[in-house]
């Protein structure tokens, strides 16, 4: 249809050049994605979406299709798959490793479970929902059951033991190096 | 769609939002918004969208836009008819 709005600053051209409506499927890695994901869960609505991705494999594969309900800090544990803004317009689907209270607030480490680094702790406000279900071919994995959250516990230490295993061994290699022959080996 | 009489209404399992330039409507069944499939709306279908707040007929939806734009009301009614045809195949209005 073409037409021009009466009163309005929006060009005849944009009206025209558009259908009235397009379905379409939100890439959850858009700036959009991550208004409507933190404004629909916010608002007490899970969402489905589908995941892009390797960084939580290989739990989550690329392609796979995500239940994500409505969180809060308070409720979520260690070892949760949660929903989280870690910068602004973009949201990620990664792991609680850390919980901390931080002045009267809980600070969240999230991280994937393939990437050696966490991403930036995050404050409470930024948590929208945790993963509580994925399908892939078909059959659906309840990340509620049991085993699910003994692997998801699991693979949080596996990752907090990585995220301090530097500081770990650097005391012992201090003192390694200062032992005449060995420097050399351990520069 | 040949009844200009006819009344809508907006289905609740959908919902309608304006995020970052765009306005999306977004269904949602037993309480899961599917990101899948959401319908993207250009300004028009987002005016005729709110309109249908109010359960009206397809000439008073006419006519509203007849006010809101300048347009040639037998293409308006087209595109009028055949939007709210698409928006009722999807689920998003029914008929009162």
Redesign the interface.
């Known amino acids: 249809?073409?037409?021009?709005?009466?009163g309005s600053d929006?060009p005849e051209r944009?009206?025209s050049a558009?259908?009235?409506?397009?379905?379409?499927?939100?890439r959850?890695t858009s700036?959009?994605?991550a208004?409507?994901?933190a404004?629909?869960l916010r608002?007490?609505?899970?969402?489905?979406?589908?995941a892009q991705g390797v960084s939580m494999a290989p739990l989550v594969r690329d392609g796979d299709?995500l239940?994500v309900r409505p969180a809060a800090p308070r409720s979520v544990r260690i070892g949760d798959v949660v929903l989280c803004s870690t910068e602004p317009g973009r949201v990620v689907a990664h792991r609680v490793v850390r919980k901390q209270i931080v002045r009267h607030d809980y600070g969240l480490t999230v991280q994937g479970d393939a990437l050696s680094r966490p991403d930036a702790s995050i404050p409470g406000a930024q948590l929208y929902g945790r993963v509580a279900a994925l399908e892939r071919a078909g059959a659906q994995i309840d990340l509620d059951r049991p085993v699910m959250m003994l692997l998801g516990r699991l693979a949080a230490l596996r990752s907090r033991w990585n995220l301090g295993r530097g500081a770990r061994f650097r005391r012992p290699k201090y003192l390694l190096k200062r032992l005449p022959g060995l420097s050399k080996y351990l520069a | 769609m040949d009844q200009p009489e006819a009344r809508f209404e907006r289905n609740p399992e959908f919902i309608f939002r304006r995020i970052v330039d765009e306005l999306v409507l977004v269904p949602v069944r037993q309480d899961v918004a599917d990101m899948d499939c959401i319908y993207t709306m250009n300004p028009l279908g987002a005016f005729i969208w709110e309109k249908l707040d109010g359960r009206p007929t397809l000439q008073e939806l006419e006519a509203a836009i007849g006010q809101a734009y300048e347009v040639d009301p037998r293409v308006a009614a087209a595109d009028l008819f055949r939007f709210v045809e698409e928006l009722e195949s999807a689920g998003a209005v029914r008929r009162v």
């Open positions: 249809m073409s037409a021009t709005v009466q929006v944009e009206i558009m259908p009235m409506a397009t379905c379409v499927s939100l959850c700036a959009a994605f208004e409507l994901s404004d629909l608002a007490g609505v899970a969402l489905r979406f589908r299709v239940l």
